[in-house]
């Protein structure tokens, strides 16, 4: 189930990219700064509506053929299709059991994530923790897929 959250993960956030990019007017009404200080509450809850609501899944018209992860291997996306995040858990919403296990399951100490996404796989959950990052240039470097 590791690797296909991995596989999952990856097609998922370039979609989520994609799909991000034709809603520059939603997300320039999200503030991300109180005062002086960074204040990106706004912003997870803007994810946490978002997914839960319009993008929890892997677009069925995606072109994305398969996903390919160095010293992993690939995966089909037919095999990613029946996958759907199931929440969206803000910070306090992160009980100490999912700590545990998010903890457990990267094999480090548990941190605190911007959002953790609760993910369905073959009819059991699995959690992602996510962190939210701005960036200077208007990209992020794009992992390799199969067109």
Known sequence: ???K????MHAYMYELER???TQ???ISKVSLW???ANADRELKVYF????ESVFNKIPSDTDIKGVVIEG???CDIAHLQNIFITRVLLPEDISDQIKGALGRSKGRVYTNPDICLEISIDGKLHYEPVEL?????????APVFNR
């Open 1 to 3: 189930m590791e690797n």
């Open 5 to 8: 959250s991995k596989f999952f």
């Open 19 to 21: 799909f991000l990019g």
């Open 24 to 26: 520059k007017d939603e």
């Open 34 to 36: 109180l005062d002086e």
């Open 48 to 51: 946490k509506k978002l997914i």
């Open 72 to 74: 992993i291997g690939k």
């Open 133 to 141: 990052k701005t960036t200077k240039k208007d990209a992020i470097p």
